[in-house]
């Protein structure tokens, strides 16, 4: 089974200039999360899907922020226009329904460098 | 505001010690308990989890949980080199959704 992944792995852009970072969760989760980890900082929730639709979007930073999941499969983060404050890790991670088990599992991250 | 607090460490032991993680948490409506350790530029990957007061235990990896005192911690025994990495806490609330992070211990284990 293939896990979570991310694209793409790492981006720099300058201050102002649009990103879009993709992420693919293991097949059939319907539970799909946006974290996000700036230096030095403790990995914090940005939104969460369920299927297509945002069940919990409480932790979005800003207008700047649009996140999106047609289909419900794949989603993706554009950040427009970024700025030096957005750069960290951002964190995908995905979760079946109906399992009883809580755990999320984690894609490796997209390190976003605003300069 | 929810908070998970970890000690940054590093933590450093040598090879075939225990090696003991600590994490508080302030909200007591906090209901699962998880340990994930990340390997730099690595995906966090789950330890183990608990949900109920006491002991659980897997192989090397113990974790244990206090809810009266608000405190989780995981002790890892016969610890190995490859057991270094950052080991984060993870606290989800009662509608089991959005995990609460702790900013992560590094430990080292030194041959």
């Known amino acids: 089974e293939a896990g979570v992944t991310q694209f793409p792995s790492h981006s720099v852009i300058e201050k102002g200039q649009t990103v879009t970072l993709r992420c693919d969760p293991i097949s059939g989760h319907d539970n799909l999360y946006w974290y996000r980890r700036v230096m030095g900082k403790e990995i914090k929730f940005l939104l969460h899907f369920v299927k297509e639709s945002k069940q919990d979007e409480s932790g979005m930073p800003n207008n700047r922020f649009l996140a999106e999941r047609t289909g419900g499969t794949y989603s993706t983060l554009k950040v427009q226009p970024a700025e030096l404050e957005d750069s960290g890790v951002y964190f995908c991670?995905?979760?079946?329904?109906?399992?009883?088990?809580?755990?999320?599992?984690f894609g490796p991250g997209t390190r976003l460098t605003v300069t | 505001q929810k908070e998970v607090e970890q000690n940054s460490g590093p933590l450093s032991v040598p090879e075939g010690a225990i090696a003991s993680l600590n994490c508080t948490y302030s909200d007591r409506g906090s209901q699962s308990f998880f340990w994930y350790r990340q390997y730099s530029g690595k995906s966090p990957e789950l330890i183990m989890f608990i949900y109920s007061n006491g002991d659980k235990e897997d192989g090397r990896f113990t974790a244990q949980l206090n809810k009266a005192s608000q405190y989780v911690s995981l002790l890892i025994r016969d610890s190995q080199p490859s057991d270094s990495a950052t080991y984060l806490c993870a606290v989800i609330e009662y509608n089991f959704n959005k995990f609460y992070f702790g900013s992560g211990t590094k430990l080292n284990v030194k041959p």
């Open positions: 991670a995905s979760r079946p329904s109906g399992s009883g088990s809580y755990e999320q599992y």
